[in-house]
């Protein structure tokens, strides 16, 4: 089972104590971290952006549930993504609005097998220092979708279920089951699937904190005071998760007609299934399993509906809003309940202790859609929030306005170099975005 970083372990070198390991090649300077969370359909924008500009800003009504994280918090304005166009290819607007995130390449348009887009900014950087973690790459998301077909006016269905894309043609699945993504993070063998153990743990219908608890108790011997009651604090935060997942699970064995179909063995609650997202990427970056991590809260054009809001339309159909205040109100709700769901894990990752600081300072969060207005479908002006410190390499608190048709990939240039991994462009980029620093 992976572990956090044990200043008093550290320079033991590599030990093991049964399944339980530790490694002191982790470097002692906390890493970088990266996570791209991806929302469709566009944003309110009335309700979302803030009326001042710079420090000190007032959060507007969608953003309000950031306030106890608004000073690691930087609203940009005025980022474009030109590719996510038709520029001749007509309609398809949201098929290409996740394609277009994290590539800023204009997708081929065809349904057929030869599908075409571009590196996605999380696999850039996943080649080039995902060998430094068991797994490069973490990939996420809350519906299925599918692989192939037509989902969008004759684009095919992977480009709107997908947004890490590893090479031009090559779309990275995600994982939607949170048990098999908790299975995955603490298995004994890198690759995907449940291995001899995990197996085991099921049929002895064990706990993976029971499954090694001889080999904790054996490790905090050796331990100093603070690190012992971060492990107690740790292990206390993966039983909650692992106990959270077997109700969830439970609670999806009942013979309940849902109005909209969800992958299998997941959690009934939407909510409750975007934050037990939102905890795999917190233990994986905690544990040091990987680095880099994307999430589709939902696959573009998702037309789920929000009950548990009292919001019973479809969110793609509201996005059509042709200006209804009633609509405009619907879809604000459901904008502010997503970046509930963002709130929620940002304060999990500043609440996690990382080396004298915390998990946010030193990560780099990248929360958007690649449409701006539902309505207009434009890709001009997205609504992009960067939360996190980057190590002290981002100035946060700030609403920033950047001129107008500044490509969104010139952000993910800035937010490279800050990971270490510089490269010369990024889809269309034109250079890196200056306005993170003062």
């Known amino acids: 089972m992976a572990l956090p970083w044990f200043e008093s372990l550290a320079t033991r070198g590599t030990a093991s ?7 002191s090649n982790r470097p002692q300077t906390p890493p970088q971290r990266m996570a791209f969370i991806f929302v469709p359909n566009g944003i309110h924008l009335s309700d979302w952006t803030p009326k001042s500009v710079g420090h000190g800003y007032d959060l507007p009504k969608i953003l309000q549930p950031l306030a106890p994280v608004q000073d690691e918090l930087m609203v940009l304005s005025g980022l474009t993504h ?10 398809g607007d949201h ?5 277009v995130f994290l590539t800023g390449a204009q997708p081929r348009k065809t349904a057929g097998q030869n ?11 996943a080649q080039a220092a995902g060998h430094a973690t068991r797994f490069a790459s ?10 192939a077909g037509n989902c969008d006016s004759g684009y095919s269905c992977a480009y709107s279920s997908n947004i890490a894309w590893s090479s031009a043609s090559t779309p990275v699945g995600k994982e939607t089951n949170p048990r098999s993504v908790f299975e995955r993070l603490f298995s004994d063998s890198p690759g995907k699937g449940r291995d001899k153990k995990a197996e085991q743990r099921e049929r002895l219908k064990m706990s993976v904190l029971d ?26 935060g993966v039983r909650e998760v692992e106990q959270r997942i077997e109700r969830s699970t439970d609670d ?18 939407y909510g409750e299934h975007l934050r037990l997202m939102c905890d795999m990427m917190v233990l994986a970056f905690q544990t040091d399993r990987t680095r880099i991590a994307s999430c589709m809260f939902a696959d573009a054009g998702s037309n789920r509906s929000y009950r548990n809001i009292n919001v019973a339309d479809g969110h793609h159909g509201l996005s059509h809003h042709r200006d209804d205040p009633v609509k405009l109100e619907k879809i604000s709700k459901i904008n502010q309940f997503h970046v509930a769901q963002l709130s929620y894990f940002l304060q999990k990752l500043k609440a996690t202790p990382d080396g004298t600081s915390n998990l946010l300072d030193n990560s780099m969060i990248c929360y958007g859609s690649a449409i701006s207005d539902g309505n207009r479908h434009n890709n001009e002006n997205l609504p992009i929030l960067l939360a996190g410190k980057a190590g002290g390499l981002v100035d946060s608190g700030r609403h920033v306005q950047v001129a107008p048709e500044t490509p969104m990939c010139n952000l993910f240039m800035s937010m490279l170099e800050r990971f270490g ?9 034109t250079g890196c975005l200056s306005e993170l620093q003062l």
Do not use: W
Not at 82 to 91: E, L, P, V
């Open 17 to 23: 104590h049964g399944s339980t390991a530790y490694a």
């Open 82 to 91: 030109d590719k996510g166009r038709a520029n001749g290819d007509g309609a």
């Open 95 to 99: 098929a290409r609005s996740a394609s």
């Open 115 to 125: 599908i075409r887009s571009g590196v996605s900014v999380d696999q850039i950087a």
């Open 138 to 147: 973490l990939e996420l998301g809350c519906e299925a979708g599918r692989s």
């Open 211 to 236: 499954f090694i608890s001889e080999d904790a108790k054996r490790l905090q011997k050796t331990m100093a005071v603070q690190d012992k009651r971060k492990l107690d604090e740790f292990l206390n």
């Open 252 to 269: 999806n064995a009942a013979n309940i007609d849902l109005d909209y179909p969800q992958p299998p063995n997941t959690p009934r609650d």
């Open 421 to 429: 991994t510089p490269v010369d462009f990024v889809g269309d980029s």
